[in-house]
């Protein structure tokens, strides 16, 4: 009998994932929680046997302003979309004295040291692969310097996730050729294809899709293409906390059931989000997961599903 995967992924970003959608002054108590929150999903991971791959971004890495400087690669991005450029960004942003929420080298390290967890880029500068003006020669750029800073940590990155989900077939080369051997694609679904135009309907049915069953999410591992680096299509996003409950519930039993389906047919499930989700309402977003690893506990006793990071599955599949 075929086993079940878990794989989980985190987009670990902070405030370089989303400075072009809020103020950062506005959300201190935001990205606060999420600080205080992160310790705790680290330790249910390793109290539940639970691994995971937390895909961060470079930047992180700095211990401060001064070493983001000197780590700041000659090439950047040349973004059509100004407001996109995190070093803009962090230039005018840097005398805030908000530090805590731009550089977690303190939290890279306690992911070094607990059990089953992967340390993955989310490239360097949270670089976006699909907009207009940039290019492949700076993505590579941008991988290498998240690989030199990652590599002064004793790390070694072999999994990546394109931020904002910007998944572009075109530079996977330019990864295997630095060493990353797994990557996280977008569900095989018209609602999710990032290259085509995001309409209405496209909003709609990702929403939908959230909260009733609109086909199945999980799929066997000989789905999977033997490339370098190997394609992983993610299953499900666990969305932030709503405020109606009820929305939280339908939510929560969708994500069960498909662990529960994944695991009695064999299949991999793979479920991601940013650990800046449960920066809305802690609380909830911890009990949310509670329930969720109780139902992976369930399924690795019953029947016998396994937890993967993203790496363990690519040298699975091999």
């Known amino acids: 009998m075929k086993k079940g995967t878990l794989v989980i992924s ?3 970003e902070l405030i370089w994932g989303v400075f072009d ?3 950062i002054v506005d959300k201190k108590q935001y990205f606060d929680n999420t600080l205080n929150v992160i310790p ?4 249910s991971f390793v109290k539940n046997e639970v691994k995971a791959t937390w895909a961060t971004v470079g930047m992180l890495f700095n211990c401060n302003w001064e070493e983001w400087e000197a780590n700041s690669p000659l090439k950047k991005p040349s973004y059509t979309n100004t407001q996109l450029d995190a070093y803009s960004y962090g230039h005018l942003h840097k005398n805030l004295g908000l530090n805590r929420f731009f550089f977690a080298p303190n939290i890279i390290q306690d992911l ?7 340390v993955g880029t989310h490239t360097y500068s949270h670089y976006y692969c699909l907009e207009g003006g940039q290019n492949k020669e700076q993505f590579e750029v941008d991988l290498d310097t998240a690989i030199a800073l990652a590599n002064k940590f004793g790390i070694s990155l072999k999994s990546l996730v394109f931020p904002r989900n910007q998944f ?14 797994s990557v996280r694609s977008n569900p095989d679904v018209w609602y999710w294809d990032t290259l085509a135009p995001q309409t209405l309907a496209t909003k709609v049915f990702r929403t939908a899709d959230a909260y009733v069953p609109l086909g199945v999410k999980s799929y066997p591992k000989d789905s999977l293409k033997q490339n370098s680096p190997l394609s992983q299509p993610s299953s499900r996003f666990l969305r932030p906390q709503h405020k109606l409950e009820l929305l939280n519930s339908l939510r929560l039993i969708r994500i069960k059931n498909e662990i529960i ?6 299949e991999i499930y793979h479920l991601w989000w940013h650990p800046h989700n ?3 309402d802690p609380e909830g977003a911890m009990k949310t997961l509670k329930s969720i690893l109780e139902v992976y506990s369930y399924c690795k006793n019953t029947f016998g599903m396994e937890s993967k990071t993203m790496e363990e599955l690519q040298r699975d599949v091999e």
């Open 112 to 118: 070094q040291k607990a059990e089953g967890q992967e």
């Open 278 to 280: 449960f920066g809305i």
């Open 10 to 12: 985190l987009d670990f």
């Open 40 to 43: 705790k999903i680290i330790e």
């Open 261 to 266: 389906h994944a695991a009695r047919n064999g």
């Open 21 to 23: 959608h809020v103020s």
């Open 168 to 181: 572009n077939a075109a530079y996977l080369e330019c990864c295997a050729e630095r060493g990353i051997s």
